[in-house]
Structures are given as structure tokens and as C-alpha cells.
């Protein structure tokens, strides 16, 4: 999840599957981003959807995915170091109970390798 207005390094790439320039802040949202664009299950993402009315602040969504069924899918990437953060976990928490409430319920966190 970023934070609206984030001031971090910015990738910027065009992606088949997304009408939007994609804009990666980190290793895991990049390599998701290009796992989505080889993925044959999903028809289209979008990358940072902003989340309103967020209690915590203003926040983003790191994938908004639409499966071939039409369903839809959420991941949040967060490096593994930080899943035992108070924040971090709040932040998690206040995402799943977003996209829960507009009945997604294929929410899930993409986490970098365990070494």
C-alpha cells in the first residue's frame, strides 16, 4: 500500500494489460506487475487504486486484478520484514475490510522471497 502523495523512486512502464502507465515503488510491485502481464487468467489490473474514505489516511491498493470470470482480485505488496509492523498490519487490515465491504473477497499479499 502507498501513501498518497509518496515522495520514493518511482518506476514507470506500459503494460499490455493495464490502460494506464504502471507505477511500481518497489521490487515485489514490479515483479508482480510483470508476473500479472504473463498471467493468461487475468484480462486486465490496474496498479495503485486509491482507496476512499480510508480511515488510516489516504492510501492506495498495490493491484486491482479482473479474472477471465470476471471476478475480481486485490493484492498488497509488502516486504516481508515489515508483515510484524503495527502499522503495517493495521494498513493490511483496513484494505481487506475495504475491498471486503464492496464484496471482493479474492484479497491477498504478495511478500518477497524468505531467505
Given at each position: 500500500?502507498?501513501?498518497?502523495?509518496f515522495k520514493g523512486r518511482c518506476q514507470k512502464r506500459q503494460m499490455k494489460k493495464c490502460k494506464e502507465?504502471?507505477?511500481t515503488y518497489g521490487a515485489i510491485q514490479l515483479a508482480y506487475a510483470e508476473r500479472l502481464?504473463?498471467?493468461d487468467s487475468i484480462i486486465e489490473f490496474q496498479c495503485n487504486v486509491m482507496l476512499s474514505g480510508l480511515e488510516a489516511g489516504e492510501y492506495s491498493s498495490d493491484f486491482v486484478c479482473e479474472?477471465?470470470?470476471?471476478?475480481?482480485?486485490?493484492?498488497?505488496?509488502?516486504?516481508?520484514r515489515f508483515l510484524k509492523k503495527p502499522m503495517t498490519v493495521?494498513?493490511?487490515?483496513?484494505?481487506?475490510?475495504y475491498w471486503t465491504r464492496r464484496g471482493i473477497t479474492d484479497w491477498g499479499i504478495v511478500t518477497d522471497e524468505e531467505k
Open positions: 500500500m502507498i501513501k498518497k502523495g502507465v504502471v507505477r502481464e504473463q498471467e479474472k477471465q470470470n470476471g471476478d475480481l482480485m486485490v493484492r498488497e505488496c509488502v516486504e516481508r493495521k494498513l493490511l487490515d483496513a484494505s481487506r475490510e
